[in-house]
């Protein structure tokens, strides 16, 4: 079992940065994929970033590319999300997950999660 617990969502206006915190604790050593999700009520959730924890090797989906950035420091057992250039549509809820993955083919933000946070709300206003 691992728990997840994500912080440093806020209201930041359009074109501001932020960066998400997800603190992992419990059986650690059995996950090697992290990710971002994200979600706003009534749609489906979105893959947003995923690491691989092996290589550091990195996943996102098209919308973020170039404005945000995942990271790991494994040692602190933290995983970061540093979104920049916000825009309205990056207002979600967002989680953090992770899971075992044999190799970074299967660490992408498409692929299913096991463990997830109950999530951080980031509101962007124009």
């Known amino acids: 079992q691992v728990e997840l617990v994500e912080s440093g969502g806020a209201s930041v206006q359009a074109g501001g940065s932020l960066r998400l915190s997800c603190a992992a604790d419990g059986y650690t050593n059995g996950v090697n994929c992290m990710g971002w999700f994200r979600q706003v009520p009534g749609k489906e959730r979105e893959g947003v970033a995923a690491?691989?924890?092996?290589?550091?090797?990195?996943d996102y989906a098209d919308s973020v590319k170039g404005r945000f950035t995942i990271s790991q420091d494994t040692v602190k057992k933290q995983t970061y999300l540093q979104m920049t250039d916000l825009n309205v549509e990056d207002t979600a809820k967002y989680y953090c997950?992770?899971?075992?993955?044999?190799?970074?083919?299967?660490?992408?933000?498409?692929?299913?999660?096991?463990?997830w946070g109950q999530g951080t709300e980031v509101t962007v206003s124009s």
């Open positions: 997950a992770t899971k075992w993955a044999p190799s970074d083919r299967l660490c992408k933000v498409r692929s299913p999660f096991l463990y």
């Open positions: 690491i691989y924890s092996s290589d550091g090797s990195a």
